[in-house]
């Protein structure tokens, strides 16, 4: 009896540790989407970008698109809101891109991850 019960119940732990963890994920994931879409628009980053829809600058999920598989994506990203560098935008003109107003480095990494999630 001893034998047998043990692996049947650590698989059945196995299994509820999974569920569990799936859905506090995403229940996260939920939070952090309305902090993260709060930042966009008290920025105004709203009239350059949004999450499907590339305007003057590329759609959120292009971007995440883009850093695939770069396992400096963070730090590039973190360099592209912090320094102001110059962009062009979709009709030819250039200017400095937006500086974030978010300046825990923390708060900006977790940010960024959101945009490399979408
Ligand atoms: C005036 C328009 C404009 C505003 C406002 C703007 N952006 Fe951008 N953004 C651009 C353009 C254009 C690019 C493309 C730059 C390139 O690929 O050279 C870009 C690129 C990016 C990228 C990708 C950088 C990369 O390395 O590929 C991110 C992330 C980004 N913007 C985030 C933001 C955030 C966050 C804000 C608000 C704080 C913001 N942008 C405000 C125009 C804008």
């Known amino acids: 009896m001893k034998a047998l019960s043990g692996p049947v119940l650590g698989r ?3 299994f509820v540790l999974l569920i569990t963890g799936a ?3 995403s229940a ?4 952090d989407a309305n902090a993260a879409l709060e930042v ?3 920025n105004d980053c709203t009239k350059c ?3 499907k829809k590339s305007k003057n600058g590329p759609s959120y999920q292009k971007v995440s698109e883009k850093y695939k598989g770069d396992g400096a994506a963070e730090d590039k990203i ?3 809101l ?3 560098p110059k962009v062009k935008l979709e009709d030819g003109t250039t200017e400095e891109h937006k500086k974030i107003d978010i300046t825990d480095p923390g708060q900006l990494k977790e940010f960024i991850r ?3 999630s979408l």
């Open 82 to 84: 912090t320094t102001s």
């Open 23 to 25: 859905s506090v994920e």
């Open 78 to 80: 973190y360099k592209h």
């Open 28 to 31: 996260m994931a939920e939070l």
């Open 114 to 116: 959101w945009i490399l």
């Open 49 to 51: 970008h949004s999450v």
């Open 12 to 14: 059945a732990a196995l």
């Open 40 to 42: 966009l628009k008290r």
